[in-house]
């Protein structure tokens, strides 16, 4: 199976700043998901990128994959303190539909 | 759309019971169900993958006399935590996957938080 690794673990920034989380995974992959999670809370998905695309764009989201480094990384433009969540990397392999999560990156948005 | 419930949301039992948990795709028929265990601060563990109508598969790990499955149907997968333990307790998520253009996303419920004294 494949892990996501995120970094950084934690990330705190003021409001109006840009974050941005990495993602890495071991082996080759079919597509790749970010998901937020609010404390206590489940999953929203937030966007998919494919394998064969290195770059997709969701509001103030940017997603970019990097197969030759096999790493991922989400951009969260202009922040705002309702962006506090965790944020999860999540890949799919070839031929699966399961996904195997990354440890998450704590973000917190200092109004 | 791609709207998924569970059931309840948060429940506190003794240890020796058994606890369900009902995971449920309200506005659209699941490919496939998915079931996850959570711990604090920590990631999702997939537990065990369910297609309807057939029994599901479990990682490796994962007890599957412990944690039954049941895929009733394309919008209802139910996890029987049973005989539960403090151990046991954590944030159990379901997603269940739907057709993404080519690809498949998963769409998760809210989690059900328990509790094991």
């Known amino acids: 199976s494949q892990q996501g690794e995120e970094d950084p673990q934690a990330l705190s920034i003021q409001e109006g700043e840009n974050a941005t989380m990495n993602c890495s995974y071991k082996?080759?992959?079919?597509?790749l998901q970010w998901y937020r999670q609010n404390s206590g809370r489940g999953l929203v998905h937030l966007i998919l990128?494919?394998?064969?695309?290195r770059e997709k764009h969701s509001g103030r989201l940017r997603v970019t994959l990097d197969t030759s480094k096999k790493s991922s990384s989400l951009l969260i433009t202009a922040s705002r303190a309702a962006d506090t969540a965790s944020y999860f990397c999540?890949?799919?392999?070839?031929?699966?539909?399961?996904?195997?999560f990354g440890k998450g990156t704590k973000l917190s948005v200092i109004p | 759309g791609a709207v998924v419930s569970q059931h309840p949301s948060r429940v506190i039992c003794k240890s020796g019971t058994s606890v369900k948990i009902e995971c449920r795709s309200l506005?659209?028929?699941?490919?496939?169900m998915f079931w996850y265990r959570q711990f604090p601060k920590q990631s999702l563990m997939l537990m065990a993958t369910?297609?309807?109508?057939?029994?599901?598969?479990?990682e490796q790990g994962v007890e599957k006399d412990k944690f039954l499955i049941n895929h009733a149907s394309l919008t209802l997968s139910t996890l029987t935590v049973t005989s539960a333990h403090p151990e046991d307790s954590s944030f159990y998520i379901c997603?269940?996957?739907?057709?993404?253009?080519?690809?498949?996303?998963?769409?998760f419920g809210p989690g059900t938080r328990l509790l094991v004294l």
């Open positions: 999540a890949d799919s392999g070839a031929g699966s539909y399961q996904l195997t």
């Open positions: 990128i494919r394998s064969n695309e």
């Open positions: 997603s269940a996957s739907a057709p993404d253009g080519d690809q498949e996303t998963q769409y």
């Open positions: 506005d659209f028929q699941a490919t496939t």
């Open positions: 369910s297609n309807e109508g057939s029994k599901a598969t479990y």
């Open positions: 082996t080759s992959i079919n597509n």
